[in-house]
């Protein structure tokens, strides 16, 4: 596997369209835990958000599931960056390439994301 010296714009679009989702569920989960948890709600209220935490809980690790098999070493790149927290550096080791590549790849994707008036 390789990282791409040049992004494509489908690289970035769909990349970001991905981490912008798990994020999306993820706060959710924060909100949904959150009302979930406050006495001053009404019980089946309660109930009723903590059974959405669980479903949204299962979807967001069935996604990261299929995330973690694409065969991208872009989205894996990412996904280890932006999903489960590591840093350049990091999944430079863990994948086995060189800091400084990734360095590079990752200032494209960011800045390719600003030009496109994306931010994660």
């Known amino acids: 596997m390789t990282i791409p010296s040049k992004l494509r714009d489908i690289d970035v679009e769909s990349n970001y369209r991905w981490i912008k989702g798990i994020y999306e569920t993820m706060n959710k989960i924060d909100k ?29 690790e069935d996604c990261k599931e299929l995330i973690r098999g694409f065969k991208s070493s872009f989205s894996q790149l990412l996904f280890k960056k932006y999903i489960e927290g590591y840093t350049l550096e990091e999944v430079a080791v863990d994948m086995g390439y060189v800091a400084n590549s990734l360095d590079n790849v990752h200032a494209q994707f960011t800045r390719a994301l600003r030009e496109k008036g994306l931010a994660i």
């Open 32 to 60: 949904y835990q959150a009302i979930a948890d406050d006495e001053q709600n009404p019980e089946d209220m309660r109930k009723a958000f903590a059974k959405e935490v669980e479903f949204q809980k299962r979807d967001l």
